[in-house]
C-alpha cells in the first residue's frame, strides 16, 4: 500500500521551462493539497481540490497551475518555472469531513530552478 | 501578525526531561488544531490533534486554550527519537475547505 507517491522526487530545471510534479494517492481521499516549504517561511498552501474536477487557490498560487481530473490524481504544473520556486514542494490527501484536517503528505519533491 | 505562531527554537533537551511547546493563532474562527512532527528532510506527519478537552497519546499531551488562543504539546521523558521539528496547524471554521494554516515550527534536540 503506497499511500501517498510524488514524482519525481529530486528536479533541476531551467528558468522558463515548464515543469509538471505529480502526486497520487490511493486511499481515494477527496481532499488533496499542494505546498510549498522554504525557509522563513514554513509550509504554505499552493493549491486545494475538494473532489475531481475541483480545485481553489491557496496562499501563495501564481506560477502554478493544477487540474484533478481523476480522484487519486493532482499534478502541479510550474508554466514557467523562477528561480523564486526553488523549493520543496509536498503533495497532501484528507478523508475531510471531522478528518479534515488529518492530512497525509507525500515525501516531497526537491525543486531547484537555476 | 502571523495567523500561526510558535517558538522556533531550537530546544536542547537532555534524555528523560519534560518539554513543552505552544503555539498561538490568531484567527478566532479557528476550528481544528493539530500537531505535526517533521524529522529533517522528510515530510510533515501527523503527531495528533487536539481536542478541545485535551488529549494525551502516550507520553504526549496535547491541550487548547480558546480564551487565550493557544494550543500546546508536552513530551515527557523525552527520548533521542523525539528529535525532530514540531509543527503546529490550524483550520479555520467555515472555509470548508479543510486548509491547514501551520506554524513555522519549533525544532527539539534530544541529547544524550
Known amino acids: 500500500d503506497a499511500g501517498i507517491t510524488q514524482s519525481p522526487r529530486y528536479k533541476i530545471t531551467e528558468t522558463g521551462r515548464q515543469v509538471t510534479l505529480m502526486c497520487h494517492q490511493t486511499?481515494?481521499?477527496?481532499?488533496m493539497f499542494w505546498y510549498r516549504q522554504d525557509l522563513g517561511h514554513g509550509l504554505r498552501l499552493i493549491y486545494y481540490?475538494?473532489?475531481?474536477?475541483?480545485?481553489d487557490k491557496g496562499e501563495v498560487p501564481d506560477g502554478y497551475v493544477v487540474s484533478r481530473s481523476k480522484t487519486e490524481n493532482f499534478p502541479l504544473t510550474l508554466e514557467s518555472a523562477t528561480r523564486s520556486q526553488t523549493s520543496v514542494y509536498f503533495c497532501?490527501?484528507?478523508?475531510?469531513?471531522?478528518?479534515?484536517?488529518?492530512?497525509?503528505f507525500g515525501p516531497g519533491t526537491r525543486l531547484t530552478v537555476t | 501578525r502571523k495567523e500561526v505562531e510558535q517558538d522556533p527554537g531550537p530546544f536542547n533537551v537532555p534524555e528523560g526531561a519534560t518539554v513543552a511547546f505552544n503555539c498561538t493563532y490568531s484567527?478566532?474562527?479557528?476550528?481544528?488544531f493539530f500537531w505535526y512532527r517533521q524529522d529533517c528532510r522528510k515530510e510533515p506527519k501527523l503527531l495528533m490533534s487536539?481536542?478541545?478537552s485535551g488529549n494525551e497519546d502516550g507520553r504526549f499531551t496535547a491541550q487548547l486554550n480558546r480564551a487565550s488562543q493557544y494550543i500546546s504539546l508536552l513530551i515527557r521523558d523525552s527520548k533521542l527519537s523525539d528529535s525532530a521539528t514540531y509543527l503546529c496547524?490550524?483550520?479555520?471554521?467555515?472555509?470548508?475547505?479543510?486548509?491547514?494554516?501551520f506554524g513555522k515550527g519549533t525544532k527539539l534536540s534530544v541529547i544524550p
Open positions: 486511499w481515494s481521499h477527496s481532499y
Open positions: 496547524a490550524v483550520t479555520i471554521s467555515g472555509a470548508g475547505s479543510y486548509q491547514l494554516t
Open positions: 481540490s475538494a473532489a475531481a474536477d475541483i480545485t
Open positions: 487536539v481536542y478541545s
Open positions: 484567527n478566532s474562527a479557528s476550528q481544528s
Open positions: 497532501a490527501s484528507s478523508e475531510g469531513g471531522l478528518a479534515g484536517g488529518e492530512q497525509y
